[in-house]
């Protein structure tokens, strides 16, 4: 069975004094969190070492936004697997929007990405999702899986290892959600598609991301195949992550 798992995505925000704060106020609310259930934090690089001391023996999970794809050498401002995980980091989102749209990243190189994540034995929390042309075009399902299949290519079976996070780049940041029925009919297909493809895949983890907040969390994950939620903005604020947490 998929675990249930609620990431927030700080983005690049965040101070010392704001991420104190804020890692004290989840960390009083962590005794709430249901049996089998994740609460996981993906901070600005400079702040891993912070969450790392401030997180220390939680139940909290923390990790990073992005990965270089190489291992080491002349990348300058890259950031490599290996050092992310010296520092303790069990997650690595993927193929973030905002990496794809400003970064120009492939699915290729999203794949390349998870695939150097999975071998330093942290979890790719691996990002796909149309833009609103697409939805209004009726390629979402063709987007969606194209981004997906390239990196099941590249994972194999160890696509089982891994979490997808199905943002819709329409609802990021926008205050636009999808409604339930429609983020339950994508979730449905990648679900189908990771089964098809691996005999273990049907387990993984699929995050719904786009504009969650307390009071539409419960409505979407009740949905049968939404097994918790990647949250952007909301995850800044101690009491709403908490509260898309408990939901
Ligand atoms: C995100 O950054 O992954 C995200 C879903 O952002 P928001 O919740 O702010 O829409």
């Known amino acids: 069975m998929p675990r ?13 004094a704001s991420n104190a704060s804020l890692l004290e106020t989840l960390s009083a609310s ?23 001391d401030l997180l220390a023996g939680r139940r909290i999970g923390w990790g990073a936004q992005d990965v270089s794809a190489h291992r080491q050498g002349a990348f300058t401002g890259e950031v490599s697997a290996a050092m992310l995980r010296e520092f303790g980091c069990s997650y690595v989102i993927v193929g973030h929007s905002e ?40 390629r979402t399902e063709e987007v969606v899986s194209g981004q997906l299949d390239s990196v099941l290519q590249r994972l194999g079976a160890d696509i089982g290892r891994a979490v997808v996070a199905y943002e819709p780049v329409w609802a990021i940041g926008t205050g636009r959600t999808a409604t ?3 983020a339950q009919a994508v979730h449905a297909i990648l679900r ?8 273990n895949a049907g387990s993984v983890s699929i ?5 969650v907040k307390a009071d539409n969390a419960a409505s979407l994950f009740a949905c049968a ?23």
């Open 99 to 138: 990496r794809r749209q400003y970064h120009g990243e492939s699915s290729d190189l999203v794949g390349q990405k998870a695939a150097v994540v999975l071998e330093h034995g942290m979890t790719p929390i691996v990002c796909v999702g149309e833009t609103l042309a697409e939805r209004e075009a009726d």
């Open 30 to 52: 962590e005794a709430s969190l249901g049996e089998g259930c994740g609460m996981v934090v993906c901070v600005p690089f400079p702040y891993l070492q912070q969450t790392s």
């Open 180 to 182: 339930p029925e429609q």
């Open 225 to 247: 195949d939404i097994d918790g939620g990647l949250v952007g903005g909301a995850s800044l604020n101690a009491q709403e992550f908490s509260a898309i947490c408990a939901a």
């Open 207 to 211: 995050l719904y991301g786009g504009s």
């Open 192 to 199: 189908q598609q990771l089964r098809q493809a691996e005999a």
């Open 4 to 16: 249930r798992l609620v990431v927030g995505n700080w983005k690049m925000n965040g101070s010392r």
